[in-house]
């Protein structure tokens, strides 16, 4: 997650759709502020995969809008996992 705008956000959170067999939505506690072009990284570790060739993770950075930004197109990410039988 990086702070791409000018300004200082506020305290944030996030949202991760994880690929396990019963569908689960992790829901951060809230995070720290992040200034200008401060970044930070975050691992999300889980079991339970999806029993298929593929699953879809999906991260979305604050959901609800409740964080005024001048560009809210870019705080959705998904990709596709491949596992290996």
């Given amino acids: 997650v990086k702070n791409e705008g000018t300004k200082t956000s506020p305290q944030w959170f996030f949202r991760a759709n994880l690929p396990t067999q019963q569908s ?3 829901n951060s506690q809230s995070q720290a502020a992040l200034r200008p072009g401060e970044s930070i990284i975050f691992t999300l570790a ?6 298929s060739s ?5 991260v979305t ?4 809008n409740y964080v005024t ?3 809210e197109n870019n705080n ?5 996992i491949n596992t290996v039988p």
Avoid: K, L, W
Avoid at 61 to 64: A, F, G, S
């Fill in 76 to 80: 959705y990410a998904s990709q596709i």
């Fill in 54 to 58: 593929q699953g879809t993770r999906s």
């Fill in 69 to 71: 930004e001048s560009n």
């Fill in 61 to 64: 950075v604050d959901p609800n």
């Fill in 46 to 51: 889980f079991d339970g995969f999806v029993n």
């Fill in 24 to 26: 689960y939505t992790f």
